[in-house]
């Protein structure tokens, strides 16, 4: 329960952050508190994960704790989106957006609670936790496409034109990015490590 309060002051203090930035027009700053946000969630599920496999836990808590914090991001960027294009700007493909990231970050949510009844049973299911190995496969190699084609689009720099009130948007997808491009190639590691070992 205490993680589940922090978690939530987390994410409230997180979202105002954005939404403040935002409103206040500042493109850059908005960007940058996006980075902090984004890998500062991915660095708290690293942090956890490498606790947890300190324990010796069970890999089913452990993908469980993971996709949860993936999950946690995809909301994020969900619940950012659709606050700022609801009360700052107008942009019509907004909602498009905010389903389909509200929709993998239930499904992460989904994923982790299977994994954690899995747990409290004391099983491992192999299958679904190499499912996961293989989706963060793709997560991570689609995460990368994402930020080099933001780059290269100039997706970032959008703020320059006044007409153009998708910015914050793009903002939220870059940084989205990021952090799960990095908690994905932990992860990634990790998993390569244990099948080493």
């Known amino acids: 329960m205490p993680s589940m309060i922090v978690w939530g002051i987390a994410f409230a203090t997180c979202l105002s952050m954005m939404m403040l930035t935002a409103g206040a ?19 708290a599920a690293i942090l956890e994960n490498q606790k947890l496999r300190r324990e010796g836990a069970p890999k089913s808590v452990i993908a469980s704790a993971t996709a949860r914090s993936m999950g946690f991001i995809y909301m994020w960027a969900a619940v950012v989106i659709a606050l700022t294009y609801l009360t700052l ?16 970050g239930t499904m992460c949510i989904f994923y982790s609670n299977l994994l954690t009844r899995d747990a409290e049973a004391h099983q491992d299911d192999k299958t679904m936790i190499a499912i996961g190995n293989k989706l963060t496969w793709v997560q991570f190699i689609g995460m990368g496409i994402a ?30 990015a990021v952090g799960l ?15 080493v070992a």
């Open 147 to 176: 930020i080099v084609g933001m780059l290269v689009d100039g997706k970032l720099t959008r703020y320059t034109n006044p007409q153009l009130k998708d910015w914050a948007a793009q903002n939220v997808f870059f940084t989205g």
């Open 89 to 104: 700007f107008n942009w019509h493909e907004w909602w498009q957006w905010f389903l389909a990231l509200a929709l993998v």
């Open 25 to 43: 027009k500042l493109p850059l700053v908005h960007l940058a508190m996006g980075v902090i946000i984004a890998l500062g969630i991915a660095f």
């Open 181 to 195: 491009m990095v908690l994905s190639a932990y992860v990634l590691w990790a998993s390569r490590n244990d099948r």
